[in-house]
C-alpha cells in the first residue's frame, strides 16, 4: 500500500491489505513482532539515507567520526554532571559504564526519510492495533551504539514505556514503540531484549525479569513493533562496530508527548513528506487539543470558538476580554 492511501481508522482493512495478520498475532501473544523488510515497504535507499545521516549527525555532535564496520574513531566521555542526574555518582555505584551510547533527537525534523518512517503505514497499522486509536508521535529518536561490555547493566535495563501510566494497566497501549534496526540485530550486536508476554503482567518488570528476557535477532531494516507494557531494555554489544536504532515512539491521544512536537516541529516541514495530511494528523499539528492560545484575544477566538450570538443578528465582534 502507498503511504498515500493509508486512513487512520480503517484498521482491519489495512491489516489484510498489507499482510500483517502474523504481526497482529505476535502483538498479541508476545506483546512484541519482529516486521521482515519485504513486509515494511521501505527501500533499502531510505534505510541508507538514514544511516548516513545519524552517522553525519554523531561526528557534527561529538566531534568524532563514526564507521559503521569500527564504531567510533576516539574514545568518548560524558560532560561533567551540571544538575539533577550525576553520571559520576552512578559510575561509581557500578549502575553505568564506558560510553557506548547515546541519544540523537527530533528526527521528524531532521529529513524526509525520517517523515516518511514516522508515517510508514505497516508501523502506524500496528501501532494503531495496540491503542485501538489515533496513534499520534510522542518523539522521533534514534539510539546511536557501539561495542562495550556494560550496556544497561545486568538487568539489560529491561523497562516498560509506558511508565508513567498508573497501574494496573489493560489490554489497551498507552504507548507503543517502532524500533527500526538500521542495522543488523544479532544477541551479541546489542539487540533489544524483551521478555514474550509481558504486556499482560499490567505492571512494570520485577527486579528478575531478565532471566526470562530473549533477544530480538532481526536483519537490517526490519520493524520492531512493541507494546508500552511489553518488558524490554537490551544486550550490550560485544563483536565490533556498531547497533543504530530508529525508535519511533507513539501515544494514545489521551498521553502527553515527550517532545514538543506542536511547538517544535516546523509545520511548513509535513509538506516535504508522502502524505501530508496523515503527518499532520500524527504529530497533532492540527489537534484540537491544547488549544493554540497565543493572546487574550486569540484565546477568544480559538477554544471552543462556539458562542452564541444576538438572535437575527450577524455574529458579534469579539473585543478582548481582560486587559
Ligand atoms: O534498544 C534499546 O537500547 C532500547 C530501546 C528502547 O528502550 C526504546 O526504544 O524504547
Ligand atoms: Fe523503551
Given at each position: 500500500m502507498n503511504i498515500k492511501d493509508y486512513k487512520i481508522h480503517n484498521l482491519s482493512a489495512a491489516v489484510s491489505k498489507l499482510n500483517l495478520e502474523p504481526y497482529v498475532l505476535q502483538l498479541e501473544v508476545d506483546g512484541l513482532a519482529i516486521v521482515p523488510p519485504a513486509v515494511t515497504g521501505v527501500s533499502t535507499d531510505a534505510i541508507d539515507t538514514a544511516v548516513a545521516l545519524l552517522l553525519a549527525d554523531s561526528e557534527n555532535i561529538t566531534g568524532s567520526a563514526f564507521n559503521l564496520e569500527t564504531g567510533p574513531d576516539e574514545e568518548l566521555e560524558w560532560p561533567a554532571p551540571a544538575f539533577g542526574l550525576h553520571l559520576g555518582d552512578l559510575k561509581a555505584a557500578g549502575e553505568v559504564g564506558e560510553v557506548t551510547q547515546f541519544q540523537l533527537q527530533s528526527l521528524a525534523s531532521r529529513h524526509r526519510v525520517f517523515r516518511n518512517l514516522v508515517i510508514n503505514p505497516v508501523a502506524l497499522a500496528l501501532i494503531e492495533h495496540t491503542m485501538g486509536t489515533q496513534p499520534m508521535l510522542s518523539s522521533s529518536n534514534a539510539f546511536v551504539k557501539w561495542r562495550g561490555k556494560f550496556g544497561y547493566g545486568n538487568n539489560l535495563g529491561l523497562h516498560s514505556d509506558q511508565l508513567h501510566v498508573p497501574t494496573p494497566w489493560g489490554p489497551t497501549a498507552f504507548n507503543a514503540n517502532a524500533n527500526w534496526c538500521l542495522t543488523e540485530y544479532t544477541k551479541e550486536g546489542g539487540a533489544l531484549a524483551f521478555v514474550p508476554g509481558s504486556h499482560r503482567e499490567s505492571g512494570r518488570p520485577p527486579a528478575d525479569a531478565h532471566e526470562r528476557a530473549v533477544a530480538v535477532e532481526a536483519p537490517r531494516g526490519s520493524l520492531v513493533v512493541f507494546h508500552g507494557a511489553t518488558w524490554h531494555g537490551a544486550y550490550p554489544r560485544s563483536s565490533p562496530g556498531m547497533r543504530l536504532t530508529l525508535s519511533n515512539y507513539y501515544r494514545h491521544p489521551c498521553i502527553q508527548p515527550q517532545e514538543d512536537v506542536r511547538n517544535g516541529f516546523n509545520p511548513a516541514l509535513a509538506d516535504d513528506s508522502d502524505n501530508p495530511g496523515l503527518l499532520r494528523q500524527v504529530l497533532g499539528?492540527?489537534?484540537?487539543?491544547p488549544y493554540p492560545t497565543t493572546d487574550n484575544t486569540e484565546r477568544v477566538k480559538f477554544g471552543m470558538g462556539w458562542f452564541p450570538h444576538v438572535k437575527g443578528r450577524p455574529a458579534h465582534e469579539i473585543s478582548p476580554l481582560i486587559v
Open positions: 499539528l492540527d489537534h484540537p487539543a
